[in-house]
């Protein structure tokens, strides 16, 4: 199902377009506590940052990552992609 997401939006997309995600991410430096409430918020399609960007890899040539600990004000790490 993500996988036909990417590639609906990319098919969307104007040639100069981007599609921008933010997400729950699993990463190593993240506290115990933000990756069990990642895990009970939408823990059943969470990704590591790798399978964001595999998944982003077969649908768009150009990715950028950002990974974020700092966005809320509870333990929450958020991965923030651009695709193009």
């Known amino acids: 199902e993500a996988l036909q ?3 609906l939006a990319q098919s969307a997309l ?3 377009g981007r599609l921008i995600t933010l ?3 699993y990463t190593n430096d993240q506290s ?3 990756r069990w ?3 009970k918020d939408r823990g059943q399609f969470v990704r590591t940052e790798e399978g964001y960007s ?3 890899r077969q649908v768009f040539s150009n990715n950028q ?3 974020r600990h700092d966005l809320l004000w509870i ?3 958020h991965i923030i992609m651009e695709c193009s």
């Open 75 to 77: 333990p929450y790490t």
């Open 37 to 39: 409430i990642i895990s």
């Open 32 to 34: 115990r506590l933000a």
């Open 23 to 25: 997400d729950g991410v």
């Open 65 to 67: 990552i950002v990974i």
């Open 14 to 16: 104007k040639p100069e």
């Open 54 to 56: 595999l998944l982003a």
């Open 5 to 7: 997401l990417f590639r």
